[in-house]
Antibody
Framework: EVQLVESGGGVVQPGGSLRLSCVGS????????MHWVRQAPGKGLEWVSR????????YYVDSVKGRFTISRDNRKNSLYLQMKSLRTEDTALYFCARESATSEAFDIWGQGTMVTVSS | SYELTQPPSVSVSPGQTARITCSGD??????AYWYQQKSGQAPVLVIYEDRKRPSGIPERFSGSSSGTMATLTISGAQVEDEADYYCYSTDISGNHRGVFGGGTTLTVL
């Protein structure tokens, strides 16, 4: 079964750090570009970051640039999001998503991991 | 920054046609994608590259795009189609950044 499983969420104080992980299975992980998408409670989806198949290209939404770092370890079929200087507005459910091999569609999503930034 | 604009809500009766629009300046040159998200679930792709339907998505879902507007059409909407729908595209500036529309809540009752 093709799937993505996120982990690493939790409660953190403003200014703190957290590292999210996403493990892929059932497909050849290093064939795919991967993304992080988040959803604040009761709000819409927000694209956060993208990483090319080999980690050679990384891209971010302006609001997290300089604070978040996306990375991957293809040997471990894993995607990461290192988050620093967290703000209350970073509180959200964080999804990892696979980009289709033939288009920019997100064809596989994880179930998400919740990050709460609160004092 | 680049934005995609959707109506907050659309309401139809069962069997009627629901149309959800998404406007963005780059849509004449960039593809639109549509995602369905039911309460408490991860999003699901329902339309890609403006008008293509993934396998397993019912034929009543279709997409189109003209100028700066993309449209998701649900012909003969059913109660189980009640969900939030999001359009998605990428910034034309070549920076590979994605953007979602604000989302549209579809009510079928």
């Amino acid at each position: 079964e093709v799937q993505l499983v996120e982990s690493g969420g939790g409660v953190v104080q403003p200014g703190g750090s957290l590292r999210l992980s996403c493990v892929g299975s059932g497909f050849t992980f290093d064939d795919y570009t991967m993304h992080w998408v988040r959803q604040a409670p009761g709000k819409g989806l927000e694209w956060v970051s993208r990483i090319n198949w080999d980690g050679g290209g990384t891209y971010y939404v302006d609001s997290v640039k300089g604070r978040f770092t996306i990375s991957r370890d293809n040997r471990k079929n894993s995607l990461y999001l290192q988050m620093k200087s967290l703000r209350t507005e970073d509180t959200a459910l964080y999804f990892c998503a696979r980009e289709s091999a033939t288009s920019e569609a997100f064809d596989i999503w994880g179930q998400g991991t919740m990050v709460t930034v609160s004092s | 920054s680049y934005e995609l604009t959707q109506p907050p809500s659309v309401s139809v009766s069962p069997g009627q046609t629901a149309r959800i629009t998404c406007s963005g300046d780059a849509l004449p040159r960039k593809d639109a994608y549509w995602y369905q998200q039911k309460s408490g679930q991860a999003p699901v792709l329902v339309i890609y590259e403006d008008r293509k339907r993934p396998s397993g998505i019912p034929e009543r879902f279709s997409g189109s795009s003209s100028g700066t507007m993309a449209t998701l059409t649900i012909s003969g909407a059913q109660v189980e189609d009640e969900a939030d729908y999001y359009c998605y595209s990428t910034d034309i500036s070549g920076n590979h950044r994605g953007v979602f529309g604000g989302g549209t809540t579809l009510t079928v009752l």
